[in-house]
Nanobody
Framework: QVQLVESGGGLVQPGGSLRLSCAASGSLFRVSPVGWYRQAPGKERDLVAAIGVDGGTNYGDSVKGRFTISRDNAKNTVYLQMNSLKPEDTGVYYC?????????WGQGTQVTVSS
């Protein structure tokens, strides 16, 4: 089993920045792809960014150039640096860890971008 705990969400003004963290339990983190997803009210959960075991990254079109995903295998933690935030970035941000037959999810952290 893997437990994922997100932190770092909050209220920020448009144009501001936030850094999300997701800490994983156990020993599977360093051998697993991990990612961040976002769910806005009334919408589906969409990919924000993902990072592979080799450090390769993938971003949703709406965040390219503004968000950066990174991982620290020594700390079992994945980060999401979010810059130039927009109101449409508002939502609950979830991290996940992917295994061949199962995907683990965190409980989510709320990000609200508003003036």
């Amino acid at each position: 089993q893997v437990q994922l705990v997100e932190s770092g969400g909050g209220l920020v003004q448009p144009g501001g920045s936030l850094r999300l963290s997701c800490a994983a339990s156990g020993s599977l983190f360093r051998v697993s792809p991990v990612g961040w997803y976002r769910q806005a009210p009334g919408k589906e959960r969409d990919l924000v960014a993902a990072i592979g075991v080799d450090g390769g990254t993938n971003y949703g079109d709406s965040v390219k150039g503004r968000f950066t995903i990174s991982r620290d295998n020594a700390k079992n933690t994945v980060y999401l640096q979010m810059n130039s935030l927009k109101p449409e970035d508002t939502g609950v941000y979830y991290c996940n860890l992917q295994r061949p037959k199962i995907t683990f999810w965190g409980q989510g952290t709320q990000v609200t971008v508003s003036s």
